[in-house]
Structures are given as C-alpha cells and as structure tokens.
C-alpha cells in the first residue's frame, strides 16, 4: 500500500488566508449598486386572527418601494419536511393569523434602513387576540387553544399534535417481567439557540429574468429549491451564489421569510434588496432549538445488561411543524443505535404551541437523548452496583452488528472508545471520589456515549462533483458542498490532491453555486466528509482513469503498470515512459477530437434504498455509517454556591479515520464548548411566548473563560485507499451529546445531586445538595 | 417610532479617517456608526457586525490603537484619529505573526469573530508581548466564538508570542 | 443602527459642556465613552435631540496628593484604572473592580464617570420593543411594568449594576461635578437616588468630573467579588466590596465598609452589616452575624433571570468570603488580582 500524502494530515485550511485577511466575503459583505434595504413586519402576538393588513400608508411614504403581504405571494407553502404525510404547512408570511411572537406578516423595501423602519410602523395591522398556550403537555389538553388540527394520522387523543413517531419490537411489558431492576425517570432538555456569530442575512437581486440570491445557509441546493418553489419559478431561473458562512447549527437550513421577501421585494422594484436580521430579532422571532421531555423506562439483568425500554419523548414544536416530526424520530434513533435493546417502546409527539417554530440544534435531539439514557444508566450502574464502564462495555454494540432497522453498524468502534476513555481518563480511580471529599470545591467524572448517523437521505440526496483538468494539469473542482467552518473545502482538496497526485495547492475549488456546481446534499446532514467526499474522489478517480488510459495507449503499455506522482504519469516497468499531466491533455484534445479531461464522480448514501425511512413508524433502512464515541467530563462544583464548570473533556470516537485531524480536533473543541453551555449557561428565556433574553449578554453563550481542556483520541476502524470508497464517520454533531451526558454524570459524582433537567443551574445544585444534605440529617 | 415633534434637519459632516494608513474624507450623520461608515462608505467589509449590541466583539477594530467597539462608537467621534482593521494587518502578501498562527493553529473555522479577534490580540501583544494564558482570556473576553471552542486561538496567541513551545499543528 | 437623528458637539471643557446641556434642556445628554449610551440609543430608550460629546476633553492622570487623597479624573478609561500603578498600589479595591468591568473593549472605551452614571437596566427594557414588549414601560415614559406588573408608576425595579460603585462606596469616596452653577462635592452614596426611574441625583446640567478617594485607613484589608455566570462579559447577578482594619490588638475591626451593587436600583451600603463588625473581634461567628444582618437589611431584586432566593444564597456565601479577604484570609479565592 503506498503512503498517503494527503489524507491524515492537517493541511491549512484553503480559505483560511481570506478568512484573516478579511477578505472572505459573507452575504452581508455583498455589494450591489442600487441596493435596498428591507425590514420585515413581526407579530407582537403569541396568537391572534389576523383581521385587517393596510400597508397603504408604508407604500406612501418617499423613499419606499415595495411593501408586501401574504397577498402578494403565490401562496405556496414550505416546510423543514415534505413528505406526503408531512406536506408543507407554512406561508412565508402569515394568512390570516399569527402563532408566535414575531412571525413574519409583511416586509417592505426602502432606499435605507431608516426608512424601511419608518414604513414598518406605518403598517397598520388590527388584531383579534386568541388564547395562547406555551407549555406542550397544557396544548395536549382537549380544552387546549387550537393552534393547528392535530395531525389526522397520529391517532392519539391529544390537541395540537403535528406528528408522531411510533415504533416497536421485541415484547416490553415480558421484558420488563423478566428484569432484575426495572426503573423510571424523567428528564427535560432546556429552549437553547445556535449563536452563531454571522446574522441571517439575504441579499437577492432579480435581473434578467433571473434571481440571484446570496445567503448564509447551510445548503445552495436545498435554498435553491425552496426559494424557487415558493416563488414558483423554475429551479434554472434561481441562483444561489457562493458566500463563505459565518457558522449554523442547524438554524440555517429552513427556507426562511425574509429570504422569500428579500427575493419578492426585488422581483417586484427590479432592484437587489438586502435584508439582514438583527441579534435581537435572532434571538427572539428566530429558529431555535428542541426542547424535550423524556420519560424513560429500562429494565436490566443484574449484570446490567438492557432487557426492555420504553421511552415517550414528547417535543415543544412552536408554531409551526418545523423539523418537530424529525427530531422525535431521531430520539427514537440515538436510542437504539450504542446500546443493545432487545425489547423497546418508542413513542414521540411532536406538539404545538405558540411559541416560534424550531430546527434542528447540532446534534438534533441526540444531546438531550443522550443525556437522559446516559444519567438514568449511571443511577442503573450505582444501584446494582455495577461501575459506570462495566455497565457500558456490556451493553455496547459490537462491529458488524444488525440494528433493528436493518442497518448494520459496520466497523462500529465504541467498545475501543469505551475501553480509551476510561484508560486515558484514568476513570476508574478517579469516580467515586468527589462525593467523599471535604473541601468546598468538588470534583467529580462522568461518562457519556453516544451514536450518530453519518450521512442519510434527504432531498437533494446525492452529491455530485466535477474535476475538470485544466491543460496546465491543475485540477479545478467544481462541488456543491458549502463550506459553514467546518473545512468541507480543504477536505475535498486534499481528496483530490490525494487521488490526482497532485500538490495541494493546485487544486482550485468553486463551491456551492447552484449555476455552476453539481447538486449537493449541503452541510446539514452530517454526511459532507463521507458523502461529497466520496463523490469527490470518485471524480477525481475519474480524470485520473482517463489520463491514465490514454497513457496506456500512448505508451503501448499495461494500465496496471502504470503510476502517478506529482502531475506525472509513468510506466514503473519503464521509467522512460513518462508524460507530464500537461502533455497527456494536450494529447487528448489533440487525438481525442478535444477531449479536454473532465472526470465526473457522484455518491448517495444507502445505494439501494429509494428513500428515507419513515419518520411515524421508523421503518426503512436509515444509513450506512454509523459514528460511535465515548466522552468523559471533569466538573469542579463549588458545594456552598452551587456553581459548576467544565474542567476537562475527553472524547474518544471512532470517526473511521480523519481525513485532517487538526480539523476533527477543531469540531471537537467548538462541541465542548456547545455542550457546556448547554449544561450549564445557556438558556432562551421566555415568558407567554416572549423572549426575555435576546443578547448575548443575557443569552450566556460561552466566553472564552468557560473554555475547558480538551482531550481527544480517535479509534481508527477505517482507512483510506486510494481508489476505492472510503468510509469516515461524521464529528461534526454527535460529539455534543456523550460530553452532555458525561457532565451530568460528572456533576453527580461530585456533589451526589442528580438533575434530570438542563441547565444544571448553581441553584438547581444547591437545591438538590441541601436536600441530600436534610436527607442524611434526617436520618441519623 | 414617527413622532409628531418637528424632527430637527441634521446636515451631514466631513470627517477625516485615516484607515490602515489612507486618509478618508467622508460624509457621515451623526448617527452612523464607525461600523456602517467602515463597511459602506469605505468599502471594507472585513469588520464584521455581529450583534450591534456591543456584545459580541466581532465588530472589534483599532481606534488609535485601542481595541473599540466600532458598532457602538460614532464615525464622529473618530474625526482625525487613526482605525486599523484586519485588513491592515499583513504587509502585502506576508502575515503578520497572529495571522499566521491562526493558520496554523486552526483558530478559524467559519471565520466570523476572526478579524475581532486578530484586532483585540494585536492590541494585546503590543502591550504585552508574552501574555499569560488568565490575560489571553482577559484580553479576549468580549470576543465571543462559537465554532472553536477557543482552545485553538489561545494556542495561537502562544505560538505568534513565542511562548510555551507551542508548534504549528497544521501544515 | 440607530434610527433617528441627533446633532452632536463637542466641547473643549467640561464647563462647555454644563453650559451645552443647560441650554439643550431635556434634549442634551452627555457622552463620554458611549458604551451604556448607544446601546441604550439603538434601542430607543433614551432619543436625545443633542449628544455632548467630552471625548476633546483629556482626562488627567490619576494623582495623589501629600495627604493621601487619590483624585480621578471622570474621563479617565476603565483599563487605565485597572492598569494604573498608582491606583493598583493605593486603591487595590477600585482597581480590581475597574478590571471586571465588561470586557477589554468596553473597558478601553468606558469611564469611570460614564460607568457611575450608566442606566439601570432590565430584560425588558434593554430591548427594541418593535414587535415584543410594544406597550412603553414606566421608565419609557408608557403606562405599565412588565415585570412587576403590580408596581405603580412611581416603582421602577430595574437594578443599578456598577461594579465600580460598590468599591468607591467602601473606599468612602466623593464625586466632583461640574454644572453651570459650579463645582460641588456629594458623598458617592449620594449620587444615587433609590429609584429606577431616574437613578441618579444630578441636576441635568450636572457632569460628573471626578472621583476623589481620601486616603484609607494604614493596613485596611479589603475584600471583592463580582457573582456572574461567565467569567467575564456580561454584568454581575450580585457585585461586593468590603473593607475592613484589624486594630492594634489583632482581632478588633475598624472602618469598615461593606458595599453591595447590581440587586437593587442602587448599590447599597450595608450599614447594620457594617454595625455587626464595627468594634467587634473579627471571626466566623462575626462575619456570619454581618451577613444575616446584610441579608436582612437587603431586599435584592430578582434581575436578569436571577431568582430572589438564589442572589441571597450566593451573597450569603460571597459576603462572608469577602469579609474573610478583607481580613486577611485569602483562602475563599476572591483575593483581589
């Protein structure tokens, strides 16, 4: 096997130079002469009809160009999920009422910002208040307002359900019988946002009969595609042009309402309009993420082992359906996928309520699943007296082993993680201490595993990607995958260096321009590195094929005996048989009628399954990359305040093998520092649908003094050929959830106190140590 | 917010900016800021605007070598001072030390807080050309990033002073 | 952005200034590093028709006369109290609470003036009310209180959140204004009035132009901490200064001061907590009795999230390790830096 030049090394990033010289341009950076401002008109209600709209007024004044309604659109709707059973269920601006606090009613297009606001507040918009309902268990009620009908398929006898998930197998109720220890809890995962630091931002300029869109997303094509359904127009006459992003998480994804705006306001003035969402109006009218309630029942063997689970997740949805129908099917999945569950009940609902609609927030429900299966093994582990390692490494899935829905996890490394982690962290020696220690600070460890999926099907669900030669013999590449921070552009590039044998550096990417790049899966379903990439080097493989081929002709020799190596193609029978990549394309073109090297490569997962499972009953085949890790946490808690920090964190995950680690390391560390927030800072505070907190003041996103050490080692399962497919494991999402768990467990350790609902809050602790405390005293 | 009080007719101003070194004259109300002014009438976007809350430190530049909020300081303020941005931070085509490590440290993922932050740590190691690991944190507090965790920018402040042995970890 | 229109001046004295600002009535407002007031501008709590801006004014150093008084120039930045020799050496207390102000931007912009005289602040208030919270509040001039919904409108509970104020109250400093009609000195505790709706006690042609620190008593200990989720950033839940002297005979306490800010419309000195120490031998017993005793005196307001019941948990706690600092423990971790 011949060493890989490029594939396991930490290249520098290929935007890396634009991104501190400042010349990276953002959608906000985007100039173009003419440009108008717009503001977007938002609901002060949490729910109201709608029953009178007058923008006479806004369109009146000077210096206003367009102002628009719900009227003045085609009336498609559009939604997180399309499916027939989850058909698109929102306007892009309200008809009639309003679910949530600052949904979108009308936008306007101005010559400044001054007066694009001027004209919003001469909107005149009456409203006919409705009862309001903000907690999803008070909206099941059958006396519950109405926000939407719930859906005709979930067949409960709940209000305001917009989906369900249900899926079983195996006997519970006799797995339950057969258990040594059965137990139950329930846990609450926290609102929290995706903070990312570049805000919403749109500017669309319509020329030509053609829209030209610039906007930070997490994916051109799905954009593309729902901007041009909305705006009913052909996909060919929308283009969504390259923009370097400034970060997303999941809040990227959904088509959202000042993006149709943005792009109807200028189609209408023939002017570009330009509208960017303030921190404020991100915080409060935005996407969120999913808050769960979990109610969990294991029953286990006195050895720990799994015997039956029953699980009922239940998702505060917001207004609309959003991704709510994905996430309570992706708890049903970061379930089953670590550990063996011979016996399960899942259900979900995904209810309704006046609150803004969510999307998915890294790690999509596998966080707050994680944390809840994570804690409740631990107190499982204590009460049979089991360690927290033992338990896992009995229960862990093993390689090559068939999940229940007929994927197989393939090289899954989460025993080796497992077995890392607990050796690197010294876990063993170290638990069990802080709840015996005296001084006022207490440490303690915990462990956390987890299981993502790396690459599934959703529309656009394959990934293409060109690598045209040019007759220097530098490659270009031309793919669709954006690049949100997470280095997809220098990945690929060292995928076709690798491949072509050529340097680095002379590989030239175009991304994520839906006229000129192939179609792409984007950057949202966790599956960029395995499957664009794949794409990318069979595309690769593809120009080096032909170059390759035609030497043999040339040479009159073997294909097979023939190597490449630095843009050189050569016979290693005959090393006088040579030609430069330069002089092979000129040959081509000259004896090939112009054949100037375009090597084409395309990758999906799951290759034979048409489609994604079923989101209600889970059936299907899901994907064929499976992504284990094993995380541990240190916590110091000062036991007199409550307060609690993140001191070290070590991942141990199986990401198949990195094709640059210093950029696994990099997701890994932006996790850590997701998951302490999560546990312990962030929280969206609102109050009847309001949001109290719309700063980053007030919003307790990390700082740079939260950050903790961190740790990380990966267990290779995988490895990279040359010309073969390859699989790697996705970082970018599931790390967030194994440390999440580990911290509460963590917390535990020290103090004794178990939370069961996020943020683990210096009050919440306290309160939880006082009452241990009462306890003990109570019982001498 | 239209009020019916008769709104006062406020005339723009010149201002005189020397940015990176190039004077500007330009045309301001007194409400814009130094980041509209920066971004609009000057051209260079490379400041970014992430909160315009003073919050977020994206918007951090250099106001007569001080590290400054330019969403919440007026461009009339700034009348004949001196603002650096990242843009002026490489000679040419040669990086200036911070900007480097940065490279290779992996301090950039998306690149957004980057030029706040390559701002506040030039401002830093002007003043203080070892910084400790509590005055890296110190100086760096008002730049919030949420794609690195900052373990790496940390590393690159180390390694562009010098400091602890701290070796580029990307090639 | 800020969307509305505004003339701005700059005059060359603080004298100017008073006179700008008598003449610009309720339209003028002054402007020194401009972090509480632009935010509060872009969101439209304060819509001045004139901003007097005193950045053409220099701030003198800080300096320190023959009897030990420390004067400080209002205008001088909140890093160059944090980074001032002089005042590290003398006022350690002012200088660690300069140093936790904000972050490093802010503190490079701020003053100590404009600090004293920030605005306080609440979740609600501190917001663009375009589409939440439309209906103006009692300190915007409106008809109701968000928060408290049972206040009149004479009650606003929004919290004066000074790190610096707590200090120079324990340090017994005064301030120095200027106004048109002349120079005059208040006690710090003066300056404020207790009540959200307008916190402070100056005349509106009132600037404040220095804070003026009497020397403090020889081998005075003091004790500081600023109670925050963050390590820095953001604006403290409870922020405490303390100081204390043990007499000759080691154990009796002296001049002491304690000092609260951030938990109500104004920061608050904690004289029955100061009584309890004040002639007594300073140990746990004491300290626990100054604490109940502060705690007692002290209604903190929930703020920011922050519940009544855990501000008292974690002042109960910080209190005491304050005072501890102050008298030469250092063992709690709130040494100051």
């Given at each position: 096997m011949s060493e890989l030049n490029y594939i396991g090394k930490s290249f520098r990033r290929k935007d890396g130079p634009d991104k501190v010289t400042g010349r990276a341009v953002y959608s906000q950076d985007v100039k173009l002469p003419g440009t108008l401002i717009g503001r977007i008109l938002r609901s002060p209600h949490p729910h109201a009809r709608i029953v009178r709209i007058d923008t006479s007024k806004a369109q009146a004044l000077p210096g206003v160009k367009a102002v628009i309604t719900v009227d003045d659109t085609k009336g498609i709707k559009h939604g997180f999920v399309e499916t027939p059973r989850y058909p698109p269920d929102q306007e892009v601006l309200a008809r009639g009422r309003v679910v949530y606090v600052g949904e979108e009613i009308a936008a306007d297009a101005a010559i400044d910002h001054m007066t694009a606001q001027e004209a919003l507040d001469l909107i005149e918009v009456d409203y006919e208040i409705q009862p309001a309902v903000f907690d999803p268990v008070e909206a099941m009620k059958p006396d519950a307002p109405q926000i939407h009908p719930t859906h005709p398929k979930a067949e409960v006898p709940y209000s305001n359900v917009s989906g369900r998930t249900s899926t079983q197998w195996g006997d519970v109720e006799a797995g339950f019988a057969e258990s040594d220890y059965v137990r139950e809890d329930r846990f609450e995962s926290h609102l929290r946002t995706h903070?990312?630091?570049?805000?919403q931002a749109t500017i669309a300029n319509w020329e030509n009969d053609r829209l030209n869109v610039w906007t930070s997303s997490m994916g051109a094509f799905i954009k593309r595609a729902k901007l041009a359904k909305t705006l009913d127009?052909?996909?060919?006459?929308v283009r969504i042009h390259k923009t370097y992003v400034g970060g997303t998480f999941g809040g990227k994804i959904d088509l959202y309402s000042h993006e149709y705006c943005a792009a109807r306001l200028s189609m209408l003035t023939r002017r570009p309009v330009r509208i960017v969402a303030t921190r404020e109006e991100i915080f409060s009218a935005y996407r969120h993420g999913q808050p769960l309630a979990m109610e969990i029942k294991t029953g286990v063997k006195k050895d720990g082992t799994i015997v039956a689970q029953q699980l009922r997740i239940i998702n505060?949805?917001?207004?609309?359906?959003g991704s709510g129908v994905v996430v309570i099917f992706l708890a049903w999945g970061f379930t089953m996928i670590p550990y063996r569950i011979p016996n399960l009940k899942y259900e979900g609902l995904s209810v309704y309520t006046n609150h803004t609609t969510r999307a998915p927030q890294r790690g999509h429900g596998c966080p707050q699943i994680r944390f809840a299966i994570e804690s409740q093994l631990d107190r499982i582990a204590e009460d049979l007296g089991i360690d927290p390692v033992t338990i896992r490494l009995r229960n862990a899935r093993e390689p090559w082993e068939e999940l229940p829905n007929g994927d197989n996890v393939h090289e899954a490394g989460l025993i080796d993680c497992i077995k890392v982690a607990a050796k690197k962290s010294d876990f063993l020696n170290k638990y069990g201490k802080g709840r015996k220690a005296t001084g006022t600070i207490r440490r303690g460890i915990g462990m956390g595993v987890s299981g993502y999926f790396g690459g599934s099907l959703i529309y656009p669900n394959g990934s293409g990607v060109i690598v045209k030669m040019n007759d220097d013999g530098t490659p270009t590449v031309l793919t669709g995958g954006i690049d949100v921070g997470q280095g997809s552009e220098t990945v690929i590039s060292q995928i076709v260096a690798e491949e072509l044998a050529v340097n680095i550096d002379d590989v030239k990417i175009i991304s994520s321009d839906t006229d000129v790049t192939p179609q792409d899966i984007g950057a949202w379903i966790s599956g960029m590195t395995y499957v664009t990439g794949n794409a990318a080097r069979q595309a690769a493989g593809n120009a080096r094929q032909k170059m390759l081929d035609l030497a043999a002709l040339r040479f009159n020799a073997d294909v097979a005996n023939l190597r490449v190596k630095d843009k050189v193609i050569f016979n290693q029978r005959d090393p006088s048989q040579r030609m430069t990549y330069r002089e092979i394309i000129a040959y081509s073109i000259a004896t090939r009628r112009g054949d100037t090297i375009i090597g084409e490569g395309f990758w999906r997962t799951m290759r034979d399954t048409p489609t994604h499972p079923s989101l209600a009953t889970t059936k299907g085949r899901w994907t064929e990359n499976y992504a284990y890790s094993c995380q541990v946490a240190e916590v110091d808690v000062d036991i007199e305040t409550g307060e609690a920090r993140l001191v070290r964190a070590l991942t141990v995950h199986d990401c198949g093998f990195p094709i640059n680690p210093a950029l696994v390391k990099g997701q890994i560390d932006g996790q850590i520092s997701m998951a302490l927030g999560h546990a312990f800072l962030e929280e969206v505070i609102t109050k009847d649908g309001f949001t109290l907190n719309p700063t980053w003041l007030d919003y307790r996103m990390p700082t740079i003094h939260e950050m903790a050490a961190s740790d990380d080692a990966d267990v290779i399962t995988e490895e990279y050929v040359v010309g073969k497919p390859y699989r790697t494991k996705e970082v970018g999402e599931g790390l967030v959830s194994g440390i999440l768990a580990a911290i509460a467990n963590a917390v535990y350790d020290a103090t004794g106190a178990r939370l069961t609902s996020t943020p683990f809050t210096p009050e919440k602790i306290l309160k939880a140590t006082r009452k241990i405390a009462r306890d003990a005293r109570g019982r001498q | 917010m239209s009020g019916a009080a008769a709104k006062p007719r406020i005339r723009s101003r010149i201002i005189e900016i020397s940015v990176n070194g190039e004077r500007h004259e330009i045309s301001v109300k007194p409400r814009h800021t130094l980041v509209e002014v920066l971004r609009e009438n000057i051209g260079l976007t490379g400041t970014k605007d992430g909160c315009e809350q003073g919050v977020c430190g994206a918007c951090t530049v250099l106001l007569d070598g001080h590290p400054t909020l330019a969403c919440i300081t007026l461009a009339v303020e700034c009348d004949g001072k001196e603002v650096s941005t990242v843009?002026?931070?490489?000679r040419g085509q040669v990086f200036s030390a911070i900007q480097q490590a940065f490279l290779d440290q992996g301090a950039v993922q998306c690149g957004f807080c980057t030029p706040g932050m390559l701002m506040s740590i030039t401002a830093l190691l002007e003043k203080n050309s070892k910084p400790t690991v509590p005055e890296i944190k110190k100086a760096l507090e008002g730049n919030l990033c949420?794609?690195?965790?900052?373990n790496a920018i940390v590393a690159a402040v180390q390694q562009a002073s010098g400091q602890d042995d701290v070796k580029p970890v990307m090639q | 952005m800020i969307d509305f229109d505004f003339d701005h001046e700059r005059p060359g004295t603080l004298a100017e200034a008073a006179k700008l600002l008598d003449r610009h009535g309720s339209g003028g407002r002054i402007m020194a590093g401009g972090t509480d007031l632009l935010p509060n501008m872009r969101v439209n709590i304060l819509q001045p028709t004139t901003l007097i801006s005193l950045s053409e004014i220099k701030a003198e150093a800080p300096k320190r006369d023959a009897a030990g008084t420390i004067r400080i120039d209002a205008l001088t930045r909140l890093a160059a109290i944090a980074d001032s020799a002089l005042i590290k050496k003398n006022l350690p207390l002012l200088a660690e609470s300069a140093r936790v102000v904000g972050s490093n931007q802010i503190r490079e912009m701020g003053t100590l003036g404009g600090n004293l005289c920030q605005e306080t602040r609440c979740l609600y208030l501190n917001q663009r009310h375009d589409y939440q919270f439309v209906a103006p509040c009692f300190k915007r001039g409106g008809t109701c209180c968000y928060p408290f919904p049972q206040n009149k409108p004479d009650t606003c509970w929004s919290v004066y959140m000074s790190d610096v104020a707590p200090a120079l109250i324990a340090l017994d400093a005064e301030i120095e204004t200027v106004g048109k009609s002349g120079v005059r000195r208040i006690a710090i505790v003066d300056l404020f009035t207790g009540s959200g709706l307008t916190p402070l006690s100056l005349d509106h042609d009132e600037i404040v132009s220095a804070v003026i620190v009497p020397p403090q008593p020889k081998d005075a200990g003091f004790g500081y901490h600023k109670s925050a989720r963050r390590g820095g950033l953001e604006f403290a839940m409870a922020v405490m200064a303390a100081r204390l002297r043990i007499a000759a005979d080691r154990k009796t306490c002296t001049d002491v001061r304690i000092a609260i800010g951030a938990v109500r419309e104004r920061p608050v000195r904690l004289l029955a907590a100061e009584r309890v120490l004040a002639g007594a031998a300073l140990d746990d017993a004491s300290i626990a009795a100054a604490v109940t005793a502060a705690l007692e005196e002290l209604k903190p307001l929930p703020h920011h999230g922050f519940t009544k019941s855990y501000i008292v948990d974690n002042v109960r706690v910080y209190l005491r390790r304050v005072l501890k600092s102050a008298g030469g423990d250092k063992s709690g971790g709130v040494d100051l830096a």
């Open positions: 903070g990312y630091l570049e805000p127009l052909p996909y060919s006459a505060n949805s917001g207004g609309y359906r | 843009e002026g931070l490489a949420r794609c690195t965790g900052y | -």
